[in-house]
């Protein structure tokens, strides 16, 4: 009997040994099987997050932000622990005791399953679990992905602090309202950062998980405020929060800004406008769009905020100003059913639901309305936004717009879509409610630093919501006059000077297409004429006649080293600017003449930094040649170091500026552009007026401006870009120069001064004074020659009426040597014009 219960007991050993034995081998099979092609955990320890890049300005504030997903990443020792504690005890209780899966957990989750017969399902994932579903696996439900979930959890778990796989948990949880991560949650739905978060609050987010898209705080307010109490009682049962806050928590209202009991952080960004999309533009192709909306880069832009709203207002204003003149109504072109305007919730649910221009703020916010009604005398309208009162009421008047050609009636249908602001009286007062119309004519401004390449402002149109195409740097454009000083940069570099004389006559050229006969604006010719005559009033056959003598490949290579063009067509039309570039270009172009001819680079960015605080691009390569010295003198400032490149030697700069500051002085930009200091520049106007333009700068600031329709057509009679886009300029310049200052422009050490005659080009005594004396520049050594034309070559029309009466008009002068010379009388100009193509 011994015997046989010995003997059982030998093979119940035996049995359960090999039972154990296979079981363990079954196991082992089951791991390997399921844990041979498993995602290597190692890639978490470099893992990288989709994050928000967001772009400040030079006072640090937030001014926009561009996310795929709105997460901002948070390292584990700046989340506080009522945040931690809180999703701790919605999700994962015994999250610091277990080694990555909770088996007591699982066997809990699949007994209740089993008693209510498959209708009390629970997850039984554990924190790490979940952050090896989310991160290494597909989302199905599956017992092959649970396996292979539970094998990569006790691997992270031995591979991998707590602090850390909970930090990887709560930036990348996605908890609704577009909002990844705790840090982003709490802005979207309290608009508080994480250490302001209540227990309450910290309890609502850590219930999001499991349903964000059920628990809403508004729609789903009684399942949100259950779900956030039940947290809490779990807070308060492991010991994070004592029974006195526990009370008052559940006990609280749940307030969010869903709710309206917080503000958007939303609310407080400005709205997106051409400057920060066009940093997105550059910044996706130099770090790839995948890097810029997920990267999480902290980008620090140029822009100066006051001075980019005086930038915009500037140019809408004269877009708006062109608009008007032109008599025609167009609206936005929407129209809300007419059955919706009896009633007031109707009409302000169907303008609300409408996509029109609502950021637009000249000469005071433009408000989306639809007209109601159409009197004989008055509009009534609607007015998105607004409350009518006694003091304010729904009605434009017949005066308001007189502006409009035809009749009254014509142009307005009940329903029609509009947009009203308030106009004030002299003494700020309502007045009247004025229609308004984003113009169909559009333009570019664009303003930056000389010496940095700062852009400080920038204009793309009248309005972003309106158009987001960036007419400042995608718009290709033919610059007309506003590309002659790069001739002339050319010819002075050439061997000529300001005092040269080039012959302003009739040419004939004989092309593929026909013979081209090129004109002066004022359809005059003026004889032989000091090159810098020929800037100051724009004289396209000289320009002509001149790139012939010094060679239009001389001119083309000039434009491309300085950027304007990449490869400039060599025919001479492309001297008065026939070819197509940008306004971005073009005033940067200009800033080498402004700083004295050294290479700058333009930049909307001064620097970019990634998620961890690394630096990984600076604009300003300059060096710093005494920043490591604590103690520098008194009054001294350190000393920096350019690097940049020189493009055109800085006497030629010089005379070029001076040349320039005619044009703003006496010349086709004379009327319009009236600033305290010295300031030069260069209109433009290309054929048939079809684009203005007009470039000027400071001693440290250029700008740039250009007016025209989108498909190029005329701008009528009389459009010039002086008279367009100098008041543009002026209006910039001035609150400009009030916040940075200015100065005369730098002379180079050796120029050599000689009192010219402007409207002969002869030297003159160097106490000679009057209106025709110009003090002009040339190179140390450089004796100028007087007496010799040029006129490119091109054979000379026989009768020049306008020579003529220059000839006559003759007068003696006394030069530099006591010899006495004949000089013409200053030539008529006739029509005051910026050149152009002809």
Not at 80 to 99: C, L, M, R, T, W
Not at 194 to 202: D, K, N
């Amino acid at each position: 009997m011994l015997r046989f219960i010995f003997s059982f007991l030998g093979g119940l050993f035996t049995l359960l040994t090999l039972g154990a034995f296979m079981g363990a081998l079954a196991i082992g099979a089951v791991l390997y099987m399921y844990g041979r092609d498993l995602p290597s955990y190692e890639t978490l320890s470099q893992y990288t997050p989709k994050t928000i890049s967001r772009i400040y300005s030079g006072e640090g504030q937030i001014i926009d932000e561009f996310a795929v997903e709105r997460r901002l990443f948070t390292p584990a020792e700046e989340i506080p622990d009522i945040v931690k504690q809180a999703f701790i005890s919605a999700e994962d209780k015994n999250f610091y005791e277990h080694g990555g899966y909770d088996a007591m957990g699982m066997v809990s989750a699949f007994v209740d399953a089993v008693e209510s017969r498959g209708e009390n399902l629970r997850g039984a994932s554990t924190i790490t679990q979940q952050v090896m579903k989310n991160f290494l696996l597909d989302g199905s439900r599956s017992v092959e992905r649970k396996i292979k979930e539970i094998i990569l959890a006790v691997r992270i778990e031995g591979a991998m602090p707590k602090e850390r796989i909970l930090e990887l948990y709560l930036n990348e949880i996605f908890l609704g309202q577009n909002s990844f991560g705790v840090t982003a949650a709490a802005l979207t739905y309290f608009n508080k950062p994480l250490t302001e978060l209540t227990p309450g609050e910290a309890a609502y987010l850590a219930s999001l998980p499991k349903a964000p898209s059920n628990r809403h705080p508004v729609r789903d307010r009684d399942a949100a405020i259950f779900w956030r109490n039940n947290t809490l009682r779990e807070m308060f049962e492991n010991g994070y929060i004592d029974e006195e806050t526990y009370e008052t928590e559940r006990a609280a209202p749940l307030l969010s800004v869903q709710g309206g009991d917080y503000e958007d952080f939303r609310e407080t960004l400005p709205e997106r406008d051409y400057f920060t999309d066009e940093i997105r533009r550059q910044l996706s192709q130099n770090f790839g769009e995948e890097e810029f909306f997920s990267g999480g880069l902290s980008i620090r832009a140029t822009i100066d905020p006051e001075l980019q709203v005086t930038a915009a207002h500037s140019l809408q204003r004269a877009l708006e100003e062109y608009d008007r003149a032109q008599g025609a109504w167009r609206g936005t072109e929407l129209t809300i059913p007419q059955e919706a305007l009896a009633s007031e919730e109707d009409w302000r649910a169907a303008l609300a639901g409408l996509t029109v221009p609502r950021s637009i703020d000249l000469d005071g916010q433009w408000y989306p309305a639809v007209i109601r009604e159409v009197a004989e005398n008055t509009l009534t309208i609607g007015i998105e936004g607004v409350e009518e009162t006694a003091d304010e009421p729904f009605v434009v008047p017949r005066v308001d717009i007189r502006w409009l050609v035809g009749d009254f009636f014509d142009n307005f249908t009940p329903g029609d879509v509009v947009h009203v602001r308030r106009l004030l009286d002299g003494d700020g007062n309502f007045e009247r409610w004025s229609l308004r119309q984003v113009p169909e004519v559009q333009g570019g401004f664009m303003a930056m630093d000389v010496n940095t390449g700062r852009v400080i402002a920038m204009q793309g149109g009248f309005s972003y919501e309106s158009s987001v195409f960036n007419r400042a740097t995608q718009a290709q454009r033919q610059p007309g006059s506003s590309f002659k000083p790069f001739v002339y940069a050319a010819a002075l570099d050439s061997g000529y000077s300001p005092a040269t004389i080039i012959v302003d006559a009739p040419i004939t050229i004989n092309t593929p297409q026909g013979t081209w006969r090129p004109r002066n604006s004022s359809n005059q010719f003026y004889g032989p004429t000091p090159m810098r005559t020929g800037i100051e009033r724009s004289r396209n056959l000289m320009t002509i006649r001149l790139a012939q003598e010094i060679g239009i490949d001389t001119v083309g290579r000039y434009a491309e080293r300085f950027g304007v063009y990449e490869d400039m067509n060599r025919v001479l039309a492309a001297s008065l600017g026939s070819d197509e570039t940008t306004l971005f270009k073009m005033v940067a172009a200009y800033a080498m003449f402004a700083n004295g001819g050294e290479r700058v680079e333009p930049t909307l960015v001064d620097r970019v930094q990634d998620r961890y605080g690394h630096t990984v691009y600076r604009h300003d390569q300059r060096t710093c040649l005494d920043c490591d010295q604590a103690n520098l003198p008194a009054g001294d400032g350190p000393r920096i170091m350019s690097n940049r490149d020189r493009v055109m030697n800085e006497i030629t700069a010089y005379q070029l500026t001076s040349m320039m500051q005619g044009v703003v002085q006496r010349g086709t930009a004379s009327g319009t552009v009236n600033l305290p200091v010295p300031i030069a520049g260069k209109t433009g106007t290309t054929n048939d007026a079809k684009d203005v333009w007009f470039v000027g700068f400071s001693s440290n600031i250029v700008a740039g401006c250009y007016i025209g329709y989108d498909t190029p057509r005329t701008l009528g009679r009389g459009a010039s870009g002086g008279g367009f886009c100098g008041p543009v300029f002026n209006r910039f310049m001035q609150e400009a120069i009030e916040k940075y200052g200015s100065g005369s422009f730098r002379v180079p050490a050796n120029c050599q001064f000689i009192n010219i005659d402007r409207f002969s080009g002869a030297r003159l005594p160097n106490d000679a004074a009057g209106d025709n004396v110009v003090r002009e520049c040339f190179r140390p050594g450089e004796e100028p020659l007087f007496g010799i034309m040029f006129d490119g070559g091109f054979a000379m029309a026989a009768d020049l009426p306008l020579f003529d009466e220059a000839q006559a008009a003759q007068r003696q002068v006394t030069t530099s040597t006591g010899e006495t010379a004949t000089v013409g009388d200053k030539a008529t100009f006739g029509t005051l014009s910026s050149g152009g193509l002809y």
